[in-house]
Nanobody, 122 residues
Framework: QLQASGGGLVQPGGSLRLSCVGS????????IGWVRQAPGKEREGVSC????????WYSDSVKGRFTISRDNAKNTVYLQMNNLKPEDTGVYYC?????????????????WGQGTQVTVSS
């Protein structure tokens, strides 16, 4: 099970930090990432991190603004989102059970958490 939190309403240029806590599986054994879905659009892979950390993957649309990190001792993955833009608005999901960063980019995960709404608006 994955439980995401931290969404909300923020002005353009603002920041939010999303958190996702995993339970019921060995969190540290799996790559994990974030996917978002804007209204009327398909799900989009945002970022992904391997089970032991290392170099993350980011979509071009968030590179340089978002940072993914994980704390395996707390079974938690984070997404720090800075310099938010209106086009970042959407429901953000954490997900796991993914084998490659190519699959992350396709949002091809096996296990999904519930989403948290992020709205960027003035």
């Amino acid at each position: 099970q994955l439980q995401a939190s931290g969404g909300g309403l923020v002005q353009p240029g603002g920041s939010l930090r999303l958190s996702c806590v995993g339970s019921g599986f060995t969190f540290g054994n799996y790559a994990i990432g974030w996917v978002r879905q804007a209204p009327g659009k398909e799900r989009e892979g945002v970022s992904c991190l391997k089970h032991d950390g290392g170099t993350p993957w980011y979509s071009d649309s968030v590179k340089g603004r978002f940072t993914i990190s994980r704390d395996n001792a707390k079974n938690t993955v984070y997404l720090q989102m800075n310099n938010l833009k209106p086009e970042d608005t959407g429901v953000y999901y954490c997900a796991t059970d993914v084998r490659t960063y190519t699959a992350c980019a396709r949002a091809d995960y096996g296990v999904w958490g519930q989403g948290t709404q992020v709205t960027v608006s003035s």
